[in-house]
């Protein structure tokens, strides 16, 4: 006896597509204004972002990486930014890069 088994994905259905909230959170992330740089008491630099949706003095940081330098914590900052902002490029579904005839 034959089992015939078929399993398919497809990248732009809704299941796969990101929520309204993981975009504005990307757009938040992606954004240099809302990152900075903190120096811990063990001589490491903390590259941290503002927390999503708060406006005030008094916001709380994410914590994001730890790096000896900081230039490499700046350098890890303009990464995650590029990282968001590729993600961001793909929200509104995949991109056709070639057509075959």
Not at 26 to 48: C, D, M
Not at 86 to 94: Q, T, V, Y
């Amino acid at each position: 006896m034959t089992y015939f088994y078929r399993y398919t994905t497809s990248s732009t259905s809704d299941q796969n597509k990101p929520s309204e909230k993981d975009r504005k959170l990307w757009e938040h992330i992606a954004t240099k204004s809302n990152w900075r740089i903190v120096q811990l008491p063990n001589g490491y630099f903390q590259a941290e972002y503002k927390e999503y949706g708060c406006e005030d003095e008094d916001c709380e940081w994410i914590d994001s990486t730890r790096r000896e330098t900081m230039e490499s914590a700046e350098s890890s900052i303009n990464t995650s930014i590029d990282h968001y902002k590729k993600r961001l490029a793909f929200f509104d579904g995949p991109k056709v890069v070639k057509t075959f005839k």
